[in-house]
């Protein structure tokens, strides 16, 4: 069965980076639309950014300059590199496929505080 594996998060202060990667299993991912989404506290789960299978990407406009999605799919793995992290980025974030298959991962929680 497919298997979504979210790493790298951690608790960071206001202007760092993290590098989080998504390792899937059971499913390639080169042929297919990826996506990253994030749930705040209290909050609904929400797009943050998409890379298709053609390399082209997409972000929401608060990430725009400071997150790169990439994927390596050699390794069957997506990353999401966040740069000047505020402390609104801060979420469990989550990969999936687009369209997502009907399920999440684990998620990976990202804090970001001083």
């Known amino acids: 069965q497919v298997q979504l594996v979210e790493s790298g998060g951690g608790l960071v202060q206001p202007g760092g980076s993290l590098r989080l990667s998504c390792a899937i299993s059971?499913?390639?991912?080169?042929?297919?639309?990826m996506g990253w989404y994030r749930q705040a506290p209290g909050k609904q789960r929400a797009f943050v950014a998409r890379i298709a299978d053609d390399g082209s990407t997409y972000k929401i406009d608060s990430v725009k300059g400071r997150f790169t999605i990439s994927r390596d799919n050699a390794k069957n793995t997506m990353y999401l590199q966040m740069n000047s992290l505020k402390p609104e980025d801060s979420a469990v974030y989550y990969c999936?496929?687009?369209?997502?298959?009907?399920?999440w991962g684990q998620g990976t929680q990202v804090t970001v505080s001083s």
């Open positions: 999936n496929f687009i369209p997502w298959l009907g399920f």
């Open positions: 059971g499913r390639k991912i080169s042929a297919n639309d």
